[in-house]
């Protein structure tokens, strides 16, 4: 049985005030007080998230009403449901909070057990979003498994590039972009919206997914569509769903610029112009998700035997990758990648054995 106690912070103007409160509900959740401005944004930054955030409405430190409004409009936090304390005299405020979107509030005097209660129905219905959310995960999983009954190289593509992706994020760097944290925060995520990067590949007909030899102009143009189909096809998803979803908006920029190029093409080789496309975004105007899947696309379409080429061993595949550094990838991420290309060989050794 899980004994894992539910995570709440708590954002207190006084903890004197409050210390019964605090007392009270640690029986029952693992509470972190939280009472200055500063260590509310270090709480924001942090990897781990609580599985609630219940507010003391008299928090004068820091402005209640922006910071709560910013929870709203953050993808990362609105499942996290919010509750206010209103104290005497603050209850107009609270419940302006409310009308802002916010679960729920309590007013003075606290009673222990109606507090735990409302707190026991707040995390009842985060976890049914979150099951829902799971749902959704699961059609999309449908979708990946269609793509491999279409072409099994792309299924096991998508596969193995999902492991690497995983791999690649929880080696960046710190001072890698400044949107790390969120990066950290959305890693589960990440690697599961990276399963749908070719999913344009279902439009593409057969003769040129599994084509021996080299394409033609013609055909190469026509595979390079599998971006833009699956940009359209994603977008589909987004109609259809019931709300905005962090993992499909991430599973588009990936999708949209995986095939971006950071810089210009090496010259001399006029045939690689074709590659690079989009041609929409260059630099750090690629989405870095976008930009940590080149790379991983990259890396695993080389070690991987096609219709029409043969496997390539772990060096070469990465001399490739290290040659095109600056031009084709972003050479902050080249860093990581030779950081952690070592865990991408046992990570390829692992699915070879796997698969057959
Ligand atoms: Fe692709």
């Known amino acids: 049985m899980c004994t894992k106690k539910p995570n709440i912070s ?3 103007s006084d903890i004197g005030k409050m210390n019964t409160v605090v007392k009270e509900l640690g029986d029952l959740f693992q509470v972190t007080p939280l009472n200055t401005g500063a260590q509310l944004k270090n709480s924001l930054r942090a990897i781990s998230l609580p599985d609630l955030y219940l507010v003391d409405a008299a928090m004068d430190a820091i402005d209640t009403y922006s910071m709560l409004a ?3 409009r953050d993808e990362l936090f609105k499942h996290i449901p919010v509750m206010i304390l209103a104290g005497y ?3 107009g405020r609270a419940s302006a909070c409310v009308a802002l979107g916010l679960a729920d509030f309590l007013t003075e005097p606290y009673h222990a057990s109606l507090l735990v209660q409302r707190i026991h129905g707040l995390l009842a219905s985060a976890m049914i979003i979150r099951k829902a959310q799971e749902s959704l995960y699961s059609l999309y999983d449908g979708v990946h498994k269609m793509i491999e009954l279409r072409d099994p190289y792309t299924g096991k593509h998508v596969r193995a590039t999902k492991s690497y992706m995983r791999i690649f994020i929880e080696h960046l760097p710190e001072d890698i972009h400044p949107r790390y944290h969120r990066v950290m925060a959305s890693k589960d995520i990440i690697a599961l919206s990276a399963q749908l990067h070719d999913m344009g590949k279902i439009a ?5 997914l599994s084509k021996g030899g080299d394409l033609l102009q013609l055909e190469r143009k026509l595979m390079q569509t599998h971006v833009e189909e699956g940009v359209k096809a994603i977008d589909q998803l987004q109609k259809i ?3 905005r979803s962090t993992f499909l908006e991430i599973a588009l920029v990936i999708a949209g610029y995986h095939h971006c190029y950071w ?4 010259s001399g080789k006029g045939k690689e112009r074709d590659y690079c496309y989009p041609k929409l975004l260059r630099g750090d105007k690629i989405p870095l998700e976008a930009r940590m899947m080149a790379i991983v696309d990259v890396y695993e ?3 991987s035997q096609r219709s029409y080429k043969a496997a390539m061993a772990h060096d070469a595949a990465c001399s490739i990758i290290e040659k095109n550094e600056d031009n084709q990838f972003d050479p902050k991420l080249v860093e990581v990648f030779k950081a952690v290309k070592g865990e991408f060989e046992k990570e390829f050794e692992r699915i070879s054995k796997t698969d057959t």
């Open 301 to 303: 379409a080389l070690r």
């Open 204 to 208: 593409i007909h057969n003769c040129i």
């Open 10 to 12: 708590f954002i207190i």
């Open 263 to 266: 810089g210009e093409p090496l």
């Open 241 to 243: 769903s019931p709300e």
């Open 89 to 91: 005299g603050h209850e």
């Open 70 to 72: 910013e929870f709203r």
